[in-house]
C-alpha cells in the first residue's frame, strides 16, 4: 500500500511564502505523478498543481507564476513552493500521487491522497 504525509502548511501574511511536502512511502516501485489539489471552505476541490516523475509540470491559471512544484524521485517527495500568496489561496491543500506499488508478488497501480494540510493567507 502507499500513504501520503503533507506538511507545511500554516498561517502566512498576504505576499508571503510557504512551501508544502508530500512524502510517499510504502511498498512503492515507483510513482507516474504527484499533484497538489486545494479546497476552499465551500467549495470544489481544484488542480493546483501536477509534475510527472520526469518533470512535465501542469499548473492552474491562478496559481502560474507564484507556485512551483519539484519532485524528488529517489525520495518519492514533492514540493510545493508557494510565493506571493493572496488571501483567496486559503484552502486545505491536498496532495495526490500515482504509485505502482508491490502487493505480494504482484504490482498494482493506485491514486492515493493525502489527509490535507491547511493554507490560511490573512493579516
Known amino acids: 500500500q502507499v500513504q501520503l504525509v503533507e506538511s507545511g502548511g500554516g498561517l502566512v501574511q498576504p505576499g508571503g511564502s510557504l512551501r508544502l511536502s508530500c512524502a510517499a512511502s510504502?511498498?512503492?516501485?515507483?510513482?507516474?505523478?504527484m499533484g497538489w489539489y486545494r479546497q476552499a471552505p465551500g467549495k470544489e476541490r481544484d488542480l493546483v498543481a501536477t509534475i510527472t516523475s520526469g518533470g512535465t509540470t501542469n499548473y492552474a491559471d491562478s496559481v502560474k507564476g507564484r507556485f512551483t512544484i519539484s519532485i524528488d524521485n529517489a525520495k518519492n517527495t514533492a514540493y510545493l513552493q508557494m510565493n506571493s500568496l493572496k488571501p483567496e489561496d486559503t484552502a486545505v491543500y491536498f496532495c495526490?500521487?500515482?504509485?505502482?506499488?508491490?502487493?505480494?508478488?504482484?504490482?498494482?497501480?493506485?491514486?492515493?491522497w493525502g489527509q490535507g494540510t491547511l493554507v490560511t493567507v490573512s493579516s
Open positions: 495526490n500521487a500515482g504509485a505502482n506499488f508491490l502487493n505480494g508478488l504482484q504490482i498494482r497501480y493506485r491514486e492515493v
Open positions: 510504502g511498498s512503492i516501485v515507483s510513482i507516474n505523478a
